[in-house]
């Protein structure tokens, strides 16, 4: 790897290193600022709603959102026109105090880091679910109550289908990841085969150079 190709690896590294952090104090001011549960619900749905549906739809909004050359006092007049009388004052304030330090652009990593501490505080945790086909009703009961059990709290399955990986499960949970993947252990069977057909190759070299 050139020299180049690891600087911009390890800066990328750092921005978004640097843009978690950054997310998790965000969201946590938010959280603790909420004065009751349905305050909570309400803006977690309108964060939700901006980063994944508003987004979505409107592209060149997260750009402007996001770029340095338009000024605060702009941003802050498209808040207001936007979502004044639309969202709670709760959620258009925060906004605001984002426009104010410059840090709307990490709304999406805010939205995910408040969904996150939403979850641990209520004791949910999300689980990333891969499969070969979809799961059935008997799978998914199964795999809820193990995750429940090894986790101590309520698993949220997020499901995908990818045909990829041939059969089994890969499952993530967090920092976690545990891979049942058929593809997987085709892999690990042939790495295997590999290695030992290597070895009987260096076995016969050194007889024969004995």
Same mark, same amino acid.
């Given at each position: 790897?050139?020299?180049?190709?690891?600087?911009?690896?390890?800066?990328?590294?750092?921005?978004?290193?640097?843009?978690?952090?950054?997310?998790?104090?965000?969201?946590?001011?938010?959280?603790n600022?909420?004065?009751?549960?349905?305050?909570l619900?309400?803006?977690?749905?309108?964060?939700?709603?901006?980063?994944?549906?508003?987004?979505?739809?409107?592209?060149?909004?997260?750009?402007?959102?996001?770029?340095?050359?338009?000024?605060?006092?702009?941003?802050?007049?498209?808040?207001?026109?936007?979502?004044?009388?639309?969202?709670?004052?709760?959620?258009?304030?925060?906004?605001?105090?984002?426009?104010?330090?410059?840090?709307l652009?990490?709304?999406?990593? %805010?939205?995910?880091?408040?969904?996150?501490? &939403? !979850?641990?505080?209520? /004791?949910?945790?999300?689980?990333?679910? #891969? *499969?070969?086909?979809?799961?059935?009703?008997?799978?998914?009961?199964?795999?809820?109550?193990?995750?429940?059990?090894?986790?101590?709290?309520?698993p949220?399955?997020?499901?995908?289908?990818?045909?990829?990986?041939?059969?089994?499960? %890969?499952?993530?949970v967090?920092?976690?990841? &545990? !891979?049942?993947?058929? /593809?997987?252990?085709?892999?690990?069977? #042939? *790495?295997?085969l590999?290695?030992?057909?290597?070895?009987?190759?260096?076995?016969?070299?050194?007889?024969?150079?004995?």
């Open positions: 790897m050139s020299d180049t190709a690891e600087l911009q690896i390890h800066h990328r590294t750092m921005l978004d290193d640097e843009t978690r952090h950054v997310a998790r104090v965000y969201a946590e001011a938010l959280y600022a909420m004065p009751s549960e349905e305050h619900q309400e803006v977690l749905n309108e964060l939700e709603t901006l980063t994944q549906g508003v987004f979505r739809q409107d592209p060149g909004l997260e750009l402007f959102f996001s770029s340095a050359a338009i000024s605060r006092e702009r941003k802050a007049e498209v808040i207001h026109s936007a979502f004044d009388h639309k969202a709670s004052p709760e959620f258009v304030r925060f906004l605001l105090v984002l426009n104010n330090h410059d840090r652009g990490a709304l999406r990593a %805010i939205a995910d880091a408040f969904h996150e501490l &939403y !979850d641990r505080k209520h /004791r949910k945790i999300v689980a990333q679910v #891969r *499969s070969a086909v979809p799961l059935t009703d008997q799978e998914r009961h199964r795999l809820i109550d193990d995750l429940r059990s090894v986790t101590g709290m309520e949220i399955l997020h499901e995908q289908v990818d045909p990829e990986i041939l059969g089994g499960l %890969i499952v993530r967090q920092d976690w990841v &545990y !891979d049942a993947s058929v /593809r997987t252990r085709i892999q690990a069977i #042939r *790495s295997q590999i290695e030992r057909s290597s070895h009987g190759i260096q076995s016969g070299r050194d007889r024969f150079s004995n």
